[in-house]
């Protein structure tokens, strides 16, 4: 039994010497951005040719514990820079060259890790090289391109007039290439004509700045020399000279490429022109007057054309009232070149019609028709034009206008109508002279609601509608005074109207949002509901003004007892007498009794309890017998009253 135990026993204590030490042994390496196992695991890395990389192989065994960093073997793949291959515990990358990317390798041994992507994009901005892309691809100026820049040690030829495209291309501080032109000026160290420093006789004018980024220089004159960028790089000779022969040929108003180029529309004063033709340089630059062969493709018109043959200008003249002329053809054999006009016309330049338009300059449309609203403005031209039809300028007119159109008489050019009375219609007549124009028919209609006001009839503000059917009563002005009777109706009614004041129509609105108020005795009902109008009956009998939304005030307005509401009776008493009121006390009404024994002026009136007369009831003529006024005093506060007859 001790040899099946022992056996076993001597196994397992060798198993385990032998894992213990295996437990001290390097198993892997990892590429790390930190000494003694620190920092992370190198992966994906991008950085620039001014960036450095510090890597570690750090060593680990068994258990994944870090044993130390590893004298390593270091390599790279892809296109990154070779570096030294010195085995070392540290590895330093700093790349010179960009773009590139690749990884890096550490190798222990027969053990070995890599580093994911590194990409190397170029560094920061460090200094400019001299940079024309040749031949250039952009247009100048209607040109077909730039002359090029010449390297150091080659000659450029260019004539006056000519340009040239100079930029500069970045590089970073290991002279990796950045980008072109963009960088030339779009970087913070500031590049202008000033950093270009010219030697020899040659002088540069800049023109403009491209949006890729270059300066765009002129050849002003005959010159030769370089150019020099930052007093560092350094051109070819350019030497500038007077072009030879025209690249193209231009119709032009004056000679020796002054005036302008005559396309369309070229109007004499006095019935002629002349027309010149002008050499240009390919870049532009004028060169001279070029003798040219002449051909005139008359429309209609009577012309005299001189000399005739081949010259470096042509003298048109108009024979009648007017010339139209399709267009001007010259040209030059030897060069192959030619140039064309548009539709001439020579007129005689005197005034024969007028008209009303839209648009000044005989454009536009002649007005005629018009249908707007006082929110609306209409801006008039009057064009002038010869006998047969052809616009010669804006004229200035007397302006008026036919039917009840509201504007000014006025004498301008131009005229700009914006109405404020509406519903008017008419014409506006432009007249000069012993000519005019008038427009067609002008309709102008209230514009949109821009208020609401609370009228009535005729009048101002509200109007009294008597109950017996008879011609309103109108709410009087404030220094005025106006009588009614109990049992009339107060008639309100809504109206919109626009910003100028023109009535639009009836508006229906909320009455209990209108603000009423009275003065004195005066007594209404509170208008309530929606609508347009409003009828308020008067119920009593006093005397005061009305106050419409706070401001509006009205005259004084009276309301007494409708004759016809007083009861007489016929029989002739012996004697005048006032009786007692019945019933007294009384709320809210009680009723008068009074007799006349003849035919009297009554005025029947009440008091309060220290002399003040409050209303009146009657004040007119009444015949003689039994009379009875019933009053209703719901207006009144409690307390005593005297009736005075």
Known sequence: MKTQIFFPLLSLFLLFNLSAKAQDSLLYIVIRD?????????????????????????????????????VAKWSVTGDLDQMTDDSTNIFVFSPKTAPTSGTIIAVVGNISHHTETITVDVGAHCFFKLYVPCPHPFEILGQEKAICLPEIGDTLFANVGDYILVGGESYDCDENYRDENSAFLNLPISVDSTNFINTGTLTLEPTQILVSGGILFQFNNISQGRIILNSTDTSGVIIVQEPVDPAYIQIRSAPDGEGKEVEKW?????????????????????????????????????????????????????????????????????????????????????????????????????????????????????????????FLNNQIVEWYATGSLDILHTTDKALVFHPTTAPTSGTIIARVDDMSDATGT??????????????????????????????????????????????????????????????????????????????????????????????????????????????DTSGVIIITENPASIITNNSIPSQFKLEQAYPNPFNPSTTIRFYLPKSEHVLLEVYNNIGQKIETLIDQNMNAGEHTVHFNASHLSSGCIIIGL
């Open 266 to 390: 070229f109007r004499s004063e006095d019935g002629s022109i002349r027309l010149y033709c002008a050499g240009y340089g390919s870049s532009g630059n004028f060169i001279s007057n070029i003798p040219v062969l002449w051909n005139v493709s008359l429309d209609y018109g009577n012309l005299i054309i001189s000399p005739g043959e081949i010259s470096d200008s042509l003298l048109v003249q108009n024979v009648g009232y007017a010339l139209r002329i399709d267009n001007v053809l010259v040209y030059h054999s030897d060069l192959n070149l030619q140039d064309t006009t548009g539709v001439l016309y020579l007129i005689d330049n005197s005034l024969q019609s007028i008209q009303i338009r839209t648009v000044p300059d005989g454009q536009g449309d002649e007005l005629t028709t018009v249908s707007m609203t006082t929110d609306d403005s209409l801006t008039l031209y009057t064009a002038g034009y010869d006998s047969s039809g052809y």
């Open 442 to 551: 002008i309709t102008v209609n209230p514009g949109e609601l821009c208020s609401v006001e609370i009228r009535g009839g005729s009048c101002d503000i509200i109007v009294i509608f008597p109950s017996d059917s008879s011609e309103n009563v109108c709410i009087p002005e404030y220094d005025d005074t106006t009588s009614a009777y109990v049992g009339d109706h107060l008639f309100l009614w809504a109206g919109g109207y626009d910003c100028e004041g023109n009535y639009i129509g009836d508006i229906a609105i909320q009455w209990d949002s209108i603000s009423i108020e009275f003065t004195g005795t005066l007594f209404f009902e509170t208008p309530s509901g929606t609508g347009n109008s409003f009828i308020l009956e008067l119920t009593q009998t006093g005397q005061g003004r009305v106050i419409l939304n706070g401001s």
């Open 34 to 70: 930190a000494p003694d196992g620190g920092g992370r695991e190198v992966d994906q890395v991008t950085m620039t040719a001014d960036d450095a990389l510090t890597l570690y192989a750090a060593g680990y065994n068994l258990s994944q514990n870090f044993i130390g960093d590893q």
